[in-house]
């Protein structure tokens, strides 16, 4: 749902199309405002609405060097450009965290709500510009993974990503984003963790029921 709102709101901006078709407002009236009501010919962008490049809204910070002989481990998820590959004791930055595959999976994008230590094959973002949810959807939607600028070890270059252009919209919207996609997106964490929970006991039990260790109770 975060994602759907984000592509409507800015990508396709479907407020600012639908007003110049004379539609019906589907959104509450004091959100549905901030949006303008004709798009800019030369640019394309709803009126009032800049081009900014990706550096304007976020750092790609590097990782840390973390070999596996140096973890010790934890509670901490330690992020390589495949995703998570292992836990350590002391995290490098603290959650919600955004992670970007920087060699290896090139422009590969994660999400991880708790403390994480992000190592040298990738970037972790630090927002400029909006929040960390806002500038996760923004990377979503960037051609990351078709930027590999290395044939030998697949890279990805922070210059040419910094270069990447996306709208800036008027004030209040960013803000109006979090306050409506935060919840849902605070939802999505806690079926995720059900979901964890859910898998846990199916591992314990299944080999139980199995074995006969344990029995289904007969009505």
Do not use: C
């Amino acid at each position: 749902m975060a994602r759907a709102f984000f592509r409507d709101w800015f990508v396709d901006f479907g407020p600012t199309r639908a007003k110049m078709a004379g539609r019906d407002p589907y959104l509450a009236p004091d959100l549905w405002a901030l949006f303008p009501d004709t798009l800019d010919a030369e640019t394309g962008l709803p009126k009032g609405w800049q081009i900014r490049t990706l550096e304007d809204f976020l750092e790609l910070a590097y990782g840390k060097s973390l070999p596996a002989k140096r973890r010790t481990p934890g509670s901490v998820a330690v992020y390589g450009s495949g995703g998570q590959i292992g836990t350590h004791d002391a995290a490098l930055i603290e959650g919600p965290a955004v992670i970007v595959g920087r060699k290896g999976t090139v422009g590969s994008l994660y999400w991880e709500d708790g403390p994480a230590f992000p190592i040298d094959t990738v970037f972790y973002a630090v927002p400029r510009i909006g929040s960390m949810l806002f500038n996760y959807h923004l990377l979503a939607f960037q051609p990351l993974r078709d930027m590999n600028t290395d044939a030998a070890v697949p890279g990805l270059n922070r210059g040419n990503a910094y270069r990447l252009e996306f709208p800036l919209p008027v004030s209040g919207l960013v803000s109006a984003f979090d306050k409506i996609a935060g919840p849902f997106w605070k939802r999505r964490a806690v079926n995720l963790k059900e979901i964890e929970t859910l898998a846990a006991i199916r591992d314990l039990l299944l080999p139980k029921l199995m074995s006969g260790e344990i029995r289904l109770r007969e009505r």
